[in-house]
């Protein structure tokens, strides 16, 4: 799988996606979930700290890292029509000399980039067929904190993703959803020296925040 083809990221999150996920941040700030893992880093104290998001979006949640004190960012994403937005979005945030965005697939390319104090990933392990080469290299980019959402393994969580993919089948969009198995997930991030010191359910997502062990 090349850059900016896998699993079809870069159609399926195209420009107009991407416009309307910037209005709903402009107009409605972060969702609870994503602003969630702002409040909590924020408390352990952000200020110097460097950021990696992976499949970083439209960018926002790297803009309020930024602006709760963290020094700058880096976010990558598959799909070139997200970045392009989160170019402009930081620009207009006056924060584009602090964060440097860049299309990526990073499962693909981990040594392209430089490790971070803080490593995020939020709604993106679903997207992403291979989650071990995703997770694990995240992982090891990490010096303090790695922050993760999956979708939990419910059954009414199972039956939306398969009706989802059935819908993307039948409509002939090569973009699918993947529920990894949690315990799998975790054991990315455990095997590189984290334990969890958050744990919270959003509905359907499981948020989990790493620490590094010392």
Avoid at 46 to 72: D, P, T, Y
Avoid at 105 to 134: G, Q
């Amino acid at each position: 799988m090349e850059c900016c083809t896998v699993n079809g990221l870069d159609k399926y999150f195209d420009s107009e996606n991407a416009q309307q996920k910037v209005e709903d941040y402009l107009s409605a700030g972060l969702e609870e979930r994503a602003q969630h893992i702002v409040d909590f880093l924020k408390g352990q104290g952000l200020a110097g700290q460097s950021l990696l998001e992976v499949g970083c979006g439209v960018g926002g949640l790297l803009i309020e890292l930024l602006k709760a004190g963290a020094e700058k960012g880096v976010g990558v994403d598959a799909a070139p029509a997200a970045i392009n937005a989160a170019q402009g979005l930081a620009e207009k945030q006056g924060l584009s000399g602090k964060v440097e965005y860049q299309v990526l697939d990073f499962a693909a390319s981990p040594n392209s980039l430089s490790t971070a104090d803080i490593v995020v990933l939020d709604r993106v392990v679903c997207c992403y067929p291979k989650m071990r080469e995703l997770v694990l290299p995240a992982a090891q980019h990490a010096h303090k904190f790695l922050a993760l959402t999956y979708p939990r393994d419910l059954w009414w969580v199972r039956l939306r993703i398969m009706a989802e993919n059935f819908f993307y089948w039948l409509s002939r969009i090569e973009f699918r959803t993947y529920l990894h198995p949690p315990a799998k997930i975790l054991g990315a991030a455990l095997e590189q020296g984290f334990q969890p010191v958050l744990q919270k359910v959003f509905g359907e997502w499981h948020l989990v925040i790493f620490g590094r062990q010392t």
